[in-house]
């Protein structure tokens, strides 16, 4: 598991999938100011390395749980972006059959059991998760995806204290991206790193650059590691920026357009590829090739969720219970 | 047949549940409230020790984990206690728990119980003597479950946990030393299928919970009035047995509704407002309700006992529906 070790040419699956997300929500942007789909949109485009640098290092059985920002992390659990199109586009064929939308994707084939629409919503139903992975004892483990403005609501604080106290195998990845909906983080807490309230519960914790993918894989793993093995919960701060607004249509006015050019400067996906090039793992028309590959199976799911018929009226009555 | 008190009855079921299935899990409390009986806790405390779960108090951190463990395949019943406490995870139970079947177009089954003590207790106070079902009936995706004898509380129990869906489990402080019949080997009693408590013919008094037993009494005590009260008991509110509501409706034409949610939005107003809208010409005279009033539930004693469906209350609803 190991990152250190791997041969250059191992990456490239990474490279790939950070372009899949990329692509995917960017066909998500393009068809929203079309009006081809509606409904209230997250995109987390700056932020593929986290998702793709965590999900790269687990199993098809372990538990994902993501929050309303969470087209990335389903993707990089294994969602079929075909149903997840759909499903953002509110088809019959979407993932949920049109009924969760875009904060409240489930893909359970992939083992991305729920994200939510609620900030911290999903931080202690990961809790459950690990401790149902720690009862059955097959070294699963549970990680929950949220962002800085989770660090201050209460669930975040009971969660990060049960999983200390019961060892659960949890692992908090906190994608700190700056800003909680519309205002800096400064504004909401005094506490700058989010990894320090991990301190105060006893969870090992590190803080990396999350626009560098290896950095995020290289804390993932050790904090893998350290759950599966049943030494407890591991945090990870990750240090990120979305390069779109809080929901699609956010003019941003919050956010400097300095601050903005500062962070594409440090795009994930730019910045891995000038790495893989150097190591000579990839060359430019293999890089053309994987943005081209990626954008022609998004236009696939794109084409797959408009044809696909809306849900059925009488299809609401059911399943409100099993 | 064999009579037990309903604390008794409660932990049989808590007992045989724990042995036949080993994903139940219990989370936070003693079911029994501050009975004086919970010595019977410790005993299933040691029995199941490694499955029985002592959280802080973190309300919404153990029904989110209690949610969470659902979703992994376990069959979690937590332990709420005071009603009142429900209010520190519900966005967990409301928004997520409840949400999640449907949300997930299917995908997600969430077999857990939240179990809680409702009503009026004696000094519970404002705080501590909540009836939540009523605002949890108003949102989809949850079973509500409210037992009132010792029969029902370990059938129904058996039933809540076996359910795929989030379940609440409304108990009553004031049943828990309530004898009754509860047959060896009972089967359970499925969710959904009202139980008339009493035979009657000149009115329907729809009752729930504890006001089951309390109806019960005012029943006996209106025989000597030559009055003939039946009393239906829904036992559950989600899924809720109108059928059964109904035929006892169509004999008598005459409703009284008796539980301890507040008027308004209640339970009882939602039960009346079904009952018309399927049978208004079967009624003889108006529904009449006897619910808690409309007030945060005072300290004091006579304060306590005057907010309440006192049977006075219930006694005068009856004759009124009569004349």
Known sequence: ?322 | MREIAYYEAKFEALNEIMAADPTVHLINGTFLSLSPHRHVYQALAKKYSDRIMSPPISELGFCGLATGAAMAGLRPIVDISTGSFIFEGWPQVANEAANAFSMSGGQTRVPVVFHLFHGLRGGGAAQHSASPQAMLWNNPGLEIVLPSSPRDVKGLLKSATASDNPTIFVDHVQLLDLKGDVPENDTPIPLGVADVKRKGSDVTVIATSYMVQRCLEVAEKLVNDRINVEVVDPRTLVPFDMATLMTSVEKTGRVVIVDETHQSCGVAAEIAARIVETGFDKLKAPIRRVATLDVPVPYSPPLEDYIGPRKDRIMEAILAVLR
């Open chain 1, 1 to 322: 598991m190991a990152t250190d070790r791997e041969k250059p040419t191992e990456l490239v699956p990474l490279l790939r999938k950070m372009w899949l997300i990329r692509a995917f929500e960017e066909k998500v942007s393009a068809l929203y100011a079309m009006r081809e789909i509606m409904g209230l949109l997250h995109l987390g485009i700056g932020q593929e390395a986290v998702a793709v640098g965590t999900c790269s290092l687990l199993r098809a059985d372990d538990y994902v749980f993501g929050g309303h920002r969470s087209h990335g992390h389903a993707i990089a659990k294994g969602a079929d972006i075909k149903r997840l199109m759909a499903e953002i586009a509110g088809r019959a064929t979407g993932y949920c059959g049109g009924k969760g939308g875009s904060m409240h994707i489930v893909a359970l084939d992939a083992g991305f059991v729920t994200a939510t629409g609620v900030v911290g919503g999903t931080i202690p139903l990961a809790l459950g998760a690990a401790f149902a992975a720690k009862e059955k004892n097959k070294g699963q483990v549970a990680v929950v995806f949220f962002g800085d403005g989770a660090g201050q609501a209460g669930a975040f604080h009971e969660s990060l204290n049960i999983a200390s106290l019961w060892q659960l195998p949890v692992i908090f990845v906190c994608e700190n991206n700056g800003y909680a909906e519309f205002t800096p983080l400064s504004s909401h807490t005094l506490i700058e790193r989010l990894a320090r309230h991990a301190e105060t519960y006893k969870i090992p914790s590190a803080t990396v650059d999350g626009n560098r993918v290896l950095e995020v894989r290289n804390a993932m793993s050790k904090a893998v590691q350290h759950a599966r093995k049943g030494k407890g919960p591991a945090f990870v701060e990750c240090l990120t920026h979305r390069l779109r607004g809080h929901y699609e249509g956010d003019p941003a006015k919050y956010r400097e357009l300095s601050e903005l050019a500062e962070w594409k400067e440090k795009d994930p996906i730019a910045r891995f590829m000038r790495e893989l090039k150097r190591r000579k793992a990839v060359s430019d028309k293999d890089i053309a090739a994987i943005e081209s590959d990626a954008r022609d199976l998004v236009e696939q799911a794109a084409q797959f969720a408009l044809d696909s018929p809306w849900p059925a009226s009488d299809e609401v009555a059911s399943q409100v219970t099993a």
